[in-house]
């Protein structure tokens, strides 16, 4: 690993997936990892649904993995009801928090605005932002994909940012659970390309130490050739993370 490389992070988003029973996934995990022959070249995290966060604090204490929500709302508490604040993830065993996730952009209309203000309370609490960003189907089609990441990414940008409080996650909505992936030369493009920006916005050093995972469609085999791309610093994976084994087959690209 080149010295100024960030040392890369490979988080599992579960998404709307995960019982209780989903604890035993967890603990194959944690013994996979302690089992494993070399330890892991990079930090391990997953992110389940907030109902079982408390839960999976107790199956991963002492094993290195660490927990994230999958979103928050911007205030620390009040009149917001269904909602969850970056205070209460943080108290049920929460590391970090991903925000502005596609689904979310999506399913709740939510704007590169309300995620900044989300990352900040991630801040607040003292969680780490994961921000994701990406470009639909069409966008890409009509040559917009680095205009896009650039908007979203100025747009979303906590101010109270830094390399170890945020992470960005560049996830094209079109590879999502598709199966498809871009090409090595598109991923080295776009992470260049946010690399640039966020020594732009953050300054040479933060800039050059910020983690940017690459995230849609990673699977153990296609880990090693996606995280090997310049500029990709982990991986945020949805489905391939639900099972132990596959989740571990990633990590060992590393
Ligand atoms: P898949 O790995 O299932 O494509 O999901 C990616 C994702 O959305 C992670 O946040």
């Not at 890369?8 to 995960?18: D, I, S, T």
């Not at 989300?118 to 069409?138: N, Q, Y």
């Not at 946010?194 to 153990?220: C, F, H, Q, W």
Request: charged share 20%; with cysteine; aromatic share 2%.
């Amino acid at each position: 690993m080149a010295v100024n490389r960030p040392k890369p992070l490979v988080a599992g988003n579960w998404k709307m997936n995960g019982l209780k029973a989903a604890k035993k996934e967890l603990a194959s995990l944690v013994k996979g990892v302690a089992g494993a022959k070399s330890k892991p070249g990079c930090d391990i995290m997953i992110c389940p649904p907030a109902t079982i966060l408390s839960l999976c604090s107790d199956t991963v204490k002492g094993s290195g993995i660490k927990l994230g929500g999958q979103d928050c709302h911007a205030e620390a508490s009040g009149a917001h009801t269904g909602d969850l604040s970056a205070e209460m993830l943080k108290n049920a065993g929460a590391r970090a928090c991903i925000v502005g996730h596609s689904e979310r952009r999506t399913d709740h209309c939510e704007s590169s605005l309300e995620v900044k203000l989300k990352a900040e309370a991630a801040h607040r609490a003292g969680l780490m932002a994961i921000i994701c960003l990406g470009e639909t189907a069409d966008e890409r089609s009509s040559g917009k994909t680095i205009k896009i990441v650039g908007q979203q990414l100025k747009a979303s940008l906590a101010e109270s940012a830094n390399h170890k409080n945020t992470v960005i996650a560049y996830e094209p909505v079109w590879a999502i659970g598709t199966g498809n992936t871009p090409t090595v030369a598109d991923i080295a493009k776009v992470h260049g390309y946010i690399r640039k920006r966020l020594i732009a916005l953050l300054g040479d050093e933060t800039g050059a130490k910020t983690r940017i995972l690459y995230g849609g469609s990673v699977k153990p085999s296609n880990a090693k050739e996606l995280m090997d791309i310049d500029n990709v610093n982990g991986a945020l994976v949805g489905g391939a993370s639900l099972k132990a084994k596959d989740f571990l087959g990633i990590i060992t690209a590393y």
